[in-house]
Nanobody, 122 residues
Framework: QVQLVESGGGLVQAGDSLRLSCAAS????????MGWLRQTPGKEREFVAGINWDNSTYYADSAKGRFTISRNNAANTVYLQMNILKPEDTAVYYCALSRTFVATMTRDYKLWGQGTQVTVSS
């Protein structure tokens, strides 16, 4: 069973950058798609960015041009570099694993981390 642990969240100002990390343990993430999703209170969890086993990436419109997802299979870790952060990026960010190629739907993801809070002040 794979376990996912996110880190790197925090409180930043608008325009700042943050790098989230997701460390996996238990088995290799190499054959899986990995994604970052986020959730704010009262709203459904939404897809942010995903990376396939072949390192191809895909993003929500809100993340395009500002966020970059990457993976290091040797380190069993996935990253989300977030630049030019905006107050509307404030959310709990979750790392998740999927067996689906190009997993853009929340229901595509079957294994989740506990989340890390990102707060962007204006």
């Amino acid at each position: 069973q794979v376990q996912l642990v996110e880190s790197g969240g925090g409180l930043v100002q608008a325009g700042d950058s943050l790098r989230l990390s997701c460390a996996a343990s238990g088995r290799t993430i190499r054959p899986y798609s990995m994604g970052w999703l986020r959730q704010t209170p009262g709203k459904e969890r939404e897809f942010v960015a995903g990376i396939n086993w072949d390192n191809s990436t895909y993003y929500a419109d809100s993340a395009k041009g500002r966020f970059t997802i990457s993976r290091n299979n040797a380190a069993n870790t996935v990253y989300l570099q977030m630049n030019i952060l905006k107050p509307e990026d404030t959310a709990v960010y979750y790392c998740a694993l999927s067996r689906t190629f190009v997993a853009t739907m929340t229901r595509d993801y079957k294994l989740w981390g506990q989340g890390t809070q990102v707060t962007v002040s204006s």
